[in-house]
């Protein structure tokens, strides 16, 4: 004869019930993902990456038109205005204007009254562009306008470049000045 089989009391349905309730509720998986919270997290990752790296003066591509002196100074141009003069040419940001060097020389055709002239028309009207456009910023975002520029400079370029460049600067409101330099000091190879 068969054995009886046992029922089960009114607490261990109840138990039984309740465990599997909760095996139900927690033990879902997440099929989908939230696109918009990591587009939110790309996008602040990637402004930071920007920023810091577009402030950064090691970013400053060298070659053999353009080798940059060394110095121990410690100050950091981060936020300035990059003027390059190079062996052969200037730029802004990065950005030709069309002023060539010849021997690190401004051609006198580029320059207000010639050769005895200071003033690089090229880079003047770039300036007076850039200059506007930090104007009008700084009134936007409350914060002065503070006219500083970064002139980096190749080496063996002669004084009166580099000269003619900070007067072309000063002309139009950029008269903060920095020579930006390697740290390390002494004396580099090529």
Same mark, same amino acid.
């Given at each position: 004869?068969?054995?009886? /089989?046992?029922?089960? /009391?009114?607490?261990?349905?109840?138990?039984?019930?309740?465990?599997?309730?909760?095996?139900?509720?927690?033990?879902?998986?997440?099929?989908?993902? !939230?696109?918009?919270?990591?587009?939110?997290?790309?996008?602040?990752?990637?402004?930071?990456?920007?920023?810091?790296?577009?402030?950064?003066?090691? !970013?400053?591509?060298?070659?053999?038109?353009?080798?940059?002196?060394?110095?121990? +100074?410690?100050?950091?141009?981060?936020?300035?205005?990059?003027?390059?003069?190079?062996?052969?040419?200037?730029?802004?940001?990065?950005?030709?204007?069309?002023? @060539? %060097?010849?021997?690190? %020389?401004?051609?006198?055709?580029?320059?207000?009254?010639?050769?005895?002239?200071?003033?690089?028309?090229?880079?003047? +009207?770039?300036?007076?562009?850039?200059?506007?456009?930090?104007?009008? %910023?700084?009134?936007?975002?409350?914060?002065?306008?503070?006219?500083?520029?970064?002139?980096?400079?190749?080496?063996?370029?002669?004084?009166?470049?580099?000269?003619?460049?900070? @007067?072309?600067?000063?002309?139009?409101?950029?008269? !903060?000045?920095?020579?930006?330099? %390697?740290?390390?000091?002494?004396?580099?190879?090529?």
């Amino acid at each position: 004869m068969a054995e009886p /089989t046992p029922h089960a /009391t009114a607490g261990q349905i109840q138990r039984e019930i309740w465990r599997r309730k909760n095996k139900n509720k927690h033990g879902e998986e997440i099929t989908s993902l !939230n696109i918009i919270a990591m587009m939110d997290m790309m996008t602040i990752i990637l402004v930071f990456l920007l920023k810091t790296l577009s402030n950064s003066s090691a !970013n400053i591509p060298q070659s053999d038109d353009l080798r940059v002196p060394r110095s121990s +100074s410690r100050v950091d141009p981060s936020g300035s205005l990059q003027v390059i003069v190079s062996r052969v040419s200037i730029t802004v940001n990065g950005r030709a204007i069309g002023v @060539y %060097l010849r021997d690190g %020389l401004v051609d006198p055709s580029q320059k207000r009254g010639g050769s005895a002239g200071f003033l690089i028309n090229p880079l003047a +009207s770039e300036m007076r562009n850039q200059a506007e456009v930090a104007r009008a %910023l700084a009134a936007r975002t409350g914060q002065p306008f503070r006219g500083e520029v970064a002139i980096i400079a190749h080496r063996d370029i002669p004084l009166r470049t580099i000269y003619e460049s900070l @007067y072309t600067c000063a002309q139009n409101g950029f008269s !903060n000045f920095q020579l930006l330099v %390697l740290k390390g000091g002494g004396a580099a190879g090529s």
